[in-house]
């Protein structure tokens, strides 16, 4: 299989043939492009058919405009992924659809509101928190891999988990005004790890992209929120997270990490937990 790679005439990242399912493929309205979203733009541009699966509706569907206005193809998903019910759906609605599922990135993030006067979080929120960023992934992988477990091939599908440093580099993660993100977290990069242990023999595999300072609507504004800090604050304590002074990358630089996972090329690679973080946990 791997053998053709070498060929001249081997398209890389050719992802034709191929559904990916972008569980958080809208992304929060605002200026710059998320990760979900230009995750689906990229795949779409590689060739696969792409469902845009997101909470918000709206967002959702501007992914998909945008892919169209490309002249790719892709339908929406409009699934609340604390429900394991609408995780179930998800991939019901993309087999009965597009009959198979090749690649799935999980997105999805959100940070529940904390009070900082009495150094607390209701019970409430903080098990949404873990419903969106943990166990929605877990049923996700699980779901997916049990799709992608009925294709042929040597590689029968890819599984992208969408992580951070927050959940290794103790100085952003030890923090608990965001205890349910990084706790997620690290359970993803944890699920990553069951998923491809569990579905290995079965051709599917599965890594953990853990993403550094991105510039994105949602980092943004939650560290302007959660942090009471400006704009220009927020921007400089994202840049000093990366002491090797590489600066903040934009979701373009995570989904070209994405395309790769998702296509063939990476066939050799599964259970990794790979850091696009400028070097951010290589010097604190
Ligand atoms: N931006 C960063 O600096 C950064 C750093 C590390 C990791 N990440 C990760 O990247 C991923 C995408 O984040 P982003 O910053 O690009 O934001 P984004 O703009 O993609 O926002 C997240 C998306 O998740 C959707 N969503 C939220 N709750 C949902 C739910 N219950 N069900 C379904 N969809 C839901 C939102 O509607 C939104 O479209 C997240 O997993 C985040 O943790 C981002």
């Keep these: 299989m791997s053998a053709q790679f070498g060929n001249i005439d081997h398209t890389p990242f050719d992802l034709s043939g191929k559904v990916v399912v972008v569980v958080g493929g809208g992304q929060m309205p605002g200026p710059q ?13 590689h060739g696969a058919e792409v469902v845009v699966v997101d909470k918000n509706e709206a967002a959702a569907r501007e992914t998909v405009d945008m892919i169209a206005a490309e002249g790719g193809t892709s339908y929406p998903v409009i699934a609340d992924v604390s429900d394991k019910e609408d995780c179930r759906r998800i991939f019901d609605v993309t087999m009965q659809r597009s009959g198979r599922v090749d690649g799935m990135v999980y997105s999805v993030a959100i940070n529940p509101p904390f009070d900082a006067e009495t150094d607390t979080m209701t019970t409430a929120d903080f098990d949404h928190g873990i419903n969106v960023n943990m166990l929605g992934g877990y049923y996700c992988n699980l779901f997916a891999a049990q799709c992608m477990e009925r294709n042929d091939g040597d590689t029968t599908g890819s599984i992208v988990n969408i992580s951070s440093i927050a959940s290794v580099k103790n100085e952003i ?10 706790l997620g977290k690290c359970g993803l990069n944890y699920i990553t790890e069951l998923t491809a242990a569990q579905f290995a023999a079965s051709g599917v595999r599965a890594n953990t992209l853990m993403l550094g300072p991105i510039d994105s609507n949602l980092a943004n504004h939650d560290c302007q929120t959660l942090f009471e800090q400006t704009p220009a604050e927020a921007e400089q304590a994202h ?29 050799f690679m599964t259970g990794q937990q790979i850091r696009l973080d400028g070097g951010a946990a290589l010097l604190r």
């Excluded at 492009?33 to 541009?45: D, E």
């Excluded at 993660?173 to 990084?182: E, K, Q």
């Excluded at 070209?256 to 990476?266: C, G």
Aim: net charge positive.
């Design 239 to 267: 840049r000093d997270v990366v002491k090797l002074k590489m600066g903040r990358a934009s979701a373009w630089e995570t989904a070209y990490a994405v395309l790769y996972l998702l296509a063939d090329e990476s066939r």
């Design 33 to 45: 492009i998320g990760n979900g979203r230009a995750s689906a733009i990229m795949a779409a541009r």
């Design 173 to 182: 993660g030890l923090n608990i005004r965001i205890m349910p993100y990084a």
